[in-house]
């Protein structure tokens, strides 16, 4: 089978596009047939993946690293007359957002399916479609996928996930399997940065990590590249002190003008959105009636039958022109209005989101968890200004395939009067007036129209992880206040900084020691200001973080990066209905029994403390079986099973 008849199969019936196969199978040599470029493999090495919105990213990198992993292993398992480097056995891959890994893993599984089905004698992909993707995000029970380094694995998790684990202090993971993840997310893994474009110091800690793994004196086992891949890919935050960018550049995939032209992408790359600025603006004067002028705007040039998607830059106004618009008395049902943002827990986000993705009549109101990834195609896009990267994402949620001949975005003008004005927040007033400047020529949101504009990046001073600073890394005690190393400015941009609420009923003055841990489906993730604030409301809310050195709840005073709190019911803060609020009045149903399993302390690991003893000597022969068998099953140098 061809790799082209491989993509085929794993999509259902889509075939790839020319840049897919180059991804996967090399460049064609001049003397090459198709058929004999498309059933080889190429080689595996840090790359820049540039292509615009809608063309299949997702589905080139996964089965790309499928192909030349696992459906054509020879590469893999013994020395090959190409000379090429055999590929990781992990493909890491690490998104900005919750919304887009949901859909990653959701894509990922149906191809896995498919292929399964097709290749049943093939073991290593019937593994896979059993036990992968591994998803590592906030509440989500990744399984025991570490006790098995010798397996192939599709790890798919937000970046405060995975970077955490790559920095040694994995959010959410019990600290004694922080080295583990440690150890097989450095090495013999392919990661794939995908919309670098939202996570800010994320791009600067992978390209660092990159360096370092390259780095002679650190280096890895098995290789371990990194992908960086956006529509609007900016490769300056890539040169970093330990990884400078060659005097040829960075090797990248993007598409040629032989592939613009081809009629399967012009369709897309053409497909027009007509772009025009609307009477409505967001100023100081304007803010207070916003919301309700907002509404009666989308109710206004909302088509029957169709999408309209509005995107607002803040999670706030979100919910305000959600609620306006729900209270009309026009021809829209409240049943068809969809709210989208980060501040929701996963159950309440679901009701939601069955509605952004489903078919018909439908408004959605959201905030940027909509602007990167996600599949849809509204006919109407309007959109609030924000930075030129931003705006060509929401543009890419409009008119996606070209199906829509009356398609249209409209944006709104946010015009605070001076820096410190928090009308522009989260963005700052030199990347608006840019953005400004850049629509003010657009005519047409086309992806081909959009390639002609260029926008100057501004340069951005961010924390740098330093050598020293990986290497401090190695140690993962806590300090003597029982809390630990913080590397929350290595993984996103300060203000973004998030930790994760759960609501329970607590009767007592704090919660008993036995309270369970909490589920995926019962975490809300909320900024680290926001937290602040509600803590210090006159209310005196009650909330609670677990301290691991005293196996206890004890009560929050502050907020801390990456903190897990349980929060009492009636202290409040979260609406079903519109996700976090910070208002005492709005108290949310547990999703949880308040008892069951002990929260993980330092004297009681699960994994560790089982009630029987064993001989220090007896412990080391377990040991050392355990390990044989692990490094039997890794095609490791002798002198690498013997260290």
Not at 24 to 37: D, F, H, L, S, V
Not at 165 to 182: D, E, I, K, V
Not at 571 to 589: I, K, V
Request: hydrophobic share 40%.
């Amino acid at each position: 089978m061809t790799f082209d008849e491989f993509f085929t199969t794993a999509t259902g019936g889509s075939a790839p596009y020319a840049y897919q196969c180059r991804l996967a199978c090399g460049e064609k040599q001049p003397a090459e047939t198709r058929e004999a470029w498309l059933e080889r493999g190429t080689d595996c090495a840090s790359k820049l993946i540039e292509i615009p919105t809608g063309l299949g990213k997702t589905a080139a990198v996964v089965l790309a690293w499928l192909w030349n992993r696992v459906s054509i292993p020879s590469l893999n398992s013994q020395p090959s007359t190409l000379n090429l480097p055999s590929w990781p056995r992990r493909l890491v891959y690490c998104l900005p957002m919750r919304t887009l890994v949901e859909q990653t893993a959701d894509a990922a599984k149906e191809w896995l399916r498919r292929l399964a089905a097709e290749f049943p004698d093939n073991q290593d992909l019937k593994r896979l479609w059993e036990t992968s993707p591994i998803i590592l995000m906030g509440g989500e029970d990744s399984g025991d996928w570490d006790l098995h380094p010798e397996r192939e694995a599709i790890l798919i998790g937000t970046q405060d996930m995975l970077l955490s684990r790559a920095l040694n202090r994995g959010y959410g993971l019990s600290r004694y399997r922080w080295p583990m993840h440690f150890g097989l997310l450095n090495n013999d893994a392919l990661w794939v940065m995908d919309e670098v474009q939202l996570m800010g110091v994320g791009v600067a800690t992978s390209a660092q990590l990159d360096g370092f793994r390259h780095d002679a004196q650190l280096g890895t086992i098995g290789g371990c590249p990194t992908w960086w891949m956006s529509a609007t890919l900016n490769p300056a935050p890539l040169s970093t002190v330990d990884h400078i960018e060659p005097a040829s550049g960075w090797p990248k995939v993007s598409l040629s003008p032989e592939e613009k032209e081809a009629p399967a992408l012009r369709a897309r790359l053409a497909a027009t959105k007509p772009v025009r600025e609307a009477a409505l603006k967001l100023s100081t004067a304007t803010k207070t009636g916003y919301p309700k002028a907002l509404a009666e705007l989308i109710a206004e040039k909302h088509a029957a039958g169709t999408l309209t998607l509005v995107v607002v830059n803040r999670v706030g106004r979100a919910q305000d022109v959600y609620a306006q618009l729900r209270k009309l008395k026009k021809d829209i049902e409240p049943e068809r209005v969809a709210l989208i943002h980060s501040r929701f827990r996963s159950v309440d986000r679901a009701r939601h989101e069955r509605l952004l993705f489903g078919d018909g009549d439908r408004i959605v109101i959201a905030t940027q968890a909509v602007e990167a990834g996600v599949d849809v195609s509204a006919r109407l896009l309007i959109t609030e200004l924000a930075p030129w990267s931003s705006l060509v994402q929401r543009f890419g949620r409009c008119n996606r395939k070209g199906e829509d001949k009356d398609a249209e975005v409209l944006w709104i003008d946010v015009q605070p009067q001076d820096e410190k004005d928090e009308l522009a927040l989260p963005y700052d007033l030199p990347a608006l007036k840019t953005a400004r400047e850049a629509l003010s020529t657009l005519a047409d949101a086309a992806s081909c129209s959009l390639e002609t504009v260029s926008v100057p990046v501004p340069v951005v001073i961010r924390p740098v992880l330093r050598r020293k600073d990986l290497v401090d890394l190695f140690d993962t005690t806590p300090d003597v206040c029982g809390h630990d190393l913080d590397i929350s400015r290595y993984v996103r941009d300060g203000e973004e900084n998030d930790v994760q609420l759960f609501w329970r009923e607590v009767p007592d003055e704090r919660p008993a020691t036995g309270t369970i841990a909490p589920l995926r489906r019962e975490l809300c993730r909320v900024s680290i200001g926001e937290f602040d604030k509600f803590l210090k409301a006159k209310a005196k809310p009650r909330a609670f973080i677990w301290n691991a050195l005293e196996d206890s709840w004890q009560e929050a005073k502050r907020a801390r990066p990456g903190g897990l709190y349980l929060v009492a019911v009636e202290s409040g803060g979260y609406s079903e209905d519109l996700g976090w609020t910070r208002e005492a009045a709005h108290r949310p149903l547990p999703l949880s029994p308040a008892s069951g399993e002990a929260r993980e302390g330092i004297s009681s690991d699960p994994q560790s403390f089982r009630r029987a003893w064993l001989s220090l000597a007896q412990h080391t022969t377990d040991v050392v079986a355990e390990l044989r068998a692990i490094a039997a099953a890794l095609p490791l140098a002798p002198q690498e099973s013997a260290a």
